[in-house]
């Protein structure tokens, strides 16, 4: 009965000394426990930061465009002022005016050469919207799986802790370590990757935003073309 008793209270002891110590830890001490994977987990969700926000700041300009731009077009292209049209589309500098600018550029040639033309530069214009959309993804694949490489390395230190232990006695000091580990960098793999996955899929989204509009812009510049003057 008392071998009860003080086993009860040794419990209630450590219980305590935890609940302590969850109550004094902060979460830059909690993302010390996960170690070198904790760093690597920090600089991708940096890198996801810098290309969401820098991507977002590209896509705002992508959409920025005057709503007078094809009717300004159209007037100078009936008016035969071809180089004030190709200087408007330099001036507005969105991915819609450079296709314009290349289809002014055509004009006099079959219809097919003017629309290839334009669709030519709308892909390239799309491809560098995506620019660096390939690493978001991998980020957002990758940092849970650097996550659970991190809770397999802290289950291998803990039962390493535990056979290097002497007489079956098994400390919670010893296993802290590993467990600590194990535990946080899964925690912190699924916040970067949930996060970069997120911040994927809202830059896909802007991105098919902005390629509808160009391909809005090319059948109404080519409807232009084949309005008579």
């Known amino acids: 009965m008392l071998l009860q008793i003080d086993t009860i209270a040794t419990i209630q002891d450590e219980m305590a000394a935890i609940e302590e110590t969850a109550q004094e830890i902060n979460l830059f001490e909690m993302a010390q426990y996960g170690g070198w994977i904790m760093i690597i987990l920090a600089i991708l969700l940096a890198g996801a930061c810098y290309i969401f926000i820098e991507r977002l700041v590209?896509?705002?300009?992508?959409?920025?465009?005057?709503?007078?731009?094809?009717?300004?077009?159209?007037?100078?292209?009936?008016e035969g002022k071809i180089d004030s049209a190709q200087n408007l589309c330099k001036q507005t500098d969105t991915p819609s005016a450079h296709m314009i600018e290349k289809g002014i550029t055509r004009i006099g040639r079959p219809m097919q050469d003017v629309q290839?033309?334009?669709?030519?530069?709308?892909?390239?214009?799309?491809?560098?919207?995506?620019?660096?959309?390939?690493?978001?993804?991998?980020?957002?694949a990758g940092a849970p799986m650097l996550g659970f490489l991190?809770?397999?390395l802290?289950?291998?230190?803990?039962?390493?802790?535990?056979?290097?232990?002497?007489?079956?006695?098994?400390?919670?000091?010893?296993?802290?370590?590993?467990?600590?580990?194990?535990?946080?960098?899964?925690?912190?793999?699924?916040?970067?990757?949930?996060?970069?996955?997120?911040?994927?899929?809202?830059?896909?989204?802007?991105?098919?935003?902005?390629v509808r509009l160009l391909e809005s812009r090319t059948l109404e510049f080519m409807d232009l073309l084949n309005e008579p003057a």
């Not at 033309?117 to 991998?138: D, H, S, W, Y």
């Open 58 to 78: 590209v896509l705002k300009q992508a959409t920025r465009e005057d709503k007078t731009f094809m009717d300004r077009i159209r007037d100078y292209i009936h």
């Open 116 to 140: 290839v033309a334009v669709e030519n530069v709308g892909n390239l214009e799309v491809g560098r919207l995506e620019k660096g959309l390939v690493i978001m993804a991998t980020i957002a």
């Open 150 to 152: 991190g809770t397999v």
């Open 154 to 210: 802290g289950m291998v230190q803990t039962f390493y802790n535990m056979a290097q232990t002497s007489g079956g006695v098994i400390e919670m000091s010893a296993l802290s370590t590993g467990m600590y580990q194990a535990m946080v960098t899964t925690i912190g793999g699924l916040i970067v990757g949930i996060l970069a996955m997120f911040a994927y899929n809202y830059l896909v989204s802007r991105i098919d935003r902005v």
